[in-house]
Antibody
Framework: LQLQESGPGLVKPSQTLSLTCTIS??????????WSWIRQPAGKGLEWVGH???????NYDPSLRSRVSISFDTSKNQFSLKLISVTAADTATYYC???????????WGQGALVTVSS | DVQMTQSPSSLSASVGDRVTITCRAS??????LGWYQQKPGEAPQRLIY???ALQSGVPSRFSGSGSGTEFTLTISSLQPEDFATYYC?????????FGQGTKVEIK
């Protein structure tokens, strides 16, 4: 399994951050996986952002819930993150990952740095 | 929402030392906890799942224990390649939560 994040590395304040994770070696609609986003500001800890299940149901970190959405495109075997109204505090490396109930994350992408700046 | 409190935030140790890191959950999470190692510039890698199950390929000097609200990661004999940051992750609730991380540094 390989996961690869892609998207703009620079986003202006108040705009929308959009990232896509492309999955190779598995189908987004198979299994019982949670397709997830995690972020990490430089020099700081990991923060779970949210995930989407194959049914389309989603869960988000409560602190981001009003600004975040995760969706998937089965035809492209991708899932995406959108974060609206970004500020400098959203500057981070964003990872996509595959999670499994009771087992956590077993595969991660390499990460994509997104900087929020004018 | 389940909060995770991880301690210590950092520690200094020597090669061969026994190291213990603790995570405490704000409510009982059975054994729905894993431990991850992250080296600079890299994505995290899972070491332990289900609180005590060793990920395939991970050296046996790593072990995990606990259930409910108290969990421990132990490195029995620290090796040079173990200097890294370690995180716990709870996946019991609909919202998953990481601990704050423990940076293991060379003494």
């Amino acid at each position: 399994l390989q996961l690869q994040e892609s998207g703009p590395g620079l986003v202006k304040p108040s705009q929308t951050l959009s990232l896509t994770c492309t999955i190779s070696g598995d189908s987004i609609s198979s299994g019982s996986y949670f397709w997830s986003w995690i972020r990490q500001p430089a020099g700081k800890g990991l923060e779970w952002v949210g995930h989407i299940y194959r049914s389309g149901s989603t869960n988000y970190d409560p602190s981001l819930r009003s600004r975040v959405s995760i969706s998937f495109d089965t035809s492209k075997n991708q899932f995406s993150l959108k974060l609206i109204s970004v500020t400098a505090a959203d500057t981070a490396t964003y990872y996509c990952a595959r999670g499994l109930p009771f087992f956590g994350f077993d595969s991660w992408g390499q990460g994509a740095l997104v900087t929020v700046s004018s | 929402d389940v909060q995770m409190t991880q301690s210590p935030s950092s520690l200094s140790a020597s090669v061969g030392d026994r190291v213990t890191i603790t995570c405490r959950a704000s409510q009982a999470i059975r054994t729905d906890l894993g431990w991850y190692q992250q080296k600079p510039g890299e994505a995290p890698q899972r070491l332990i799942y289900d609180a005590s199950a060793l990920q395939s390929g991970v050296p046996s000097r790593f072990s995990g224990s606990g259930s409910g609200t108290e969990f421990t990661l132990t490195i029995s004999s620290l090796q040079p390649e173990d200097f890294a940051t370690y995180y716990c992750l709870q996946h019991n609730s609909y919202s998953w939560t990481f601990g704050q991380g423990t940076k293991v540094e060379i003494k």
